[in-house]
């Protein structure tokens, strides 16, 4: 539990304080596999036929959902906002408030915004977001700030006076503030250049 909610993941076994969270049940089979995450219940009896906290209608099918100690139709496990299904593989589900949430929309209503610190402009809880130390940037900010290259995966940055550099600026700030510490370097620069 953190925050007031609790995350879900969909149809993998997930622990929260030794109780799993969202577990995938069928009502065929009578084995109950290890694990703790999936759970195979017998046979089908009018007796054993589960009540979908959704629709509030028996579920008859094969498989249904178990979250929030309730079982539910696969198709009404819904986010109580945008309505997307929340027993897709790798799905998450957040509760608040009395609302059942995907992670964009918990993250769109109860999540806290930064701002980025190349363009100063918000960004939102459920936006994907660069980091280099405690800077937080747009990914489309995410570039050298001295001469806007793009960067790409494996490409090296450096972060130098809180601004992004690619190696080719931050080696030329480099030499620059090796001058101004070493006047010498900089007559020496100056003499090549005059015998040429």
């Not at 759970?39 to 249904?64: N, P, Q, S």
């Not at 100690?69 to 799905?91: A, M, Q, T």
Request: glycine letters at 10%.
């Amino acid at each position: 539990m953190k925050h007031g909610y609790q995350e879900m993941k969909g149809r993998a076994p997930l622990e929260v304080k030794g109780q799993t969270a969202l577990e995938m049940l069928s009502t065929a089979d009578n084995v109950t596999t290890g694990g703790g995450g999936v759970e195979r219940v017998g046979g089908v009896t009018t007796g054993d036929m589960k009540e979908c906290a959704g629709c509030g209608k028996r579920i008859t099918e094969r498989f249904l959902l178990k979250a929030l100690d309730l079982f539910w139709h696969e198709d009404c496990l819904k986010c109580g906002c945008c309505d997307c299904r929340l027993g897709e593989v790798g799905s998450t589900l957040y509760t608040k408030a009395n609302l059942i949430l995907c992670k964009r929309d918990y993250l769109r209503l109860f999540g806290t915004t930064g701002y980025c610190a190349a363009c100063n402009k918000v960004i939102p809880a459920f936006e994907m977001v660069m980091r280099a130390k405690s800077n937080v940037y747009h990914l489309e900010c995410f570039a050298c700030q001295q001469c806007n290259h793009r960067f790409c995966v494996g490409d090296r940055f450096y972060l130098c006076d809180n601004k992004i550099l690619c190696e080719y600026d931050y080696e030329e700030r480099l030499v620059f503030a090796n001058m101004a510490y070493n006047p010498s370097s900089l007559a020496h620069i100056r003499s090549q250049q005059e015998t040429m």
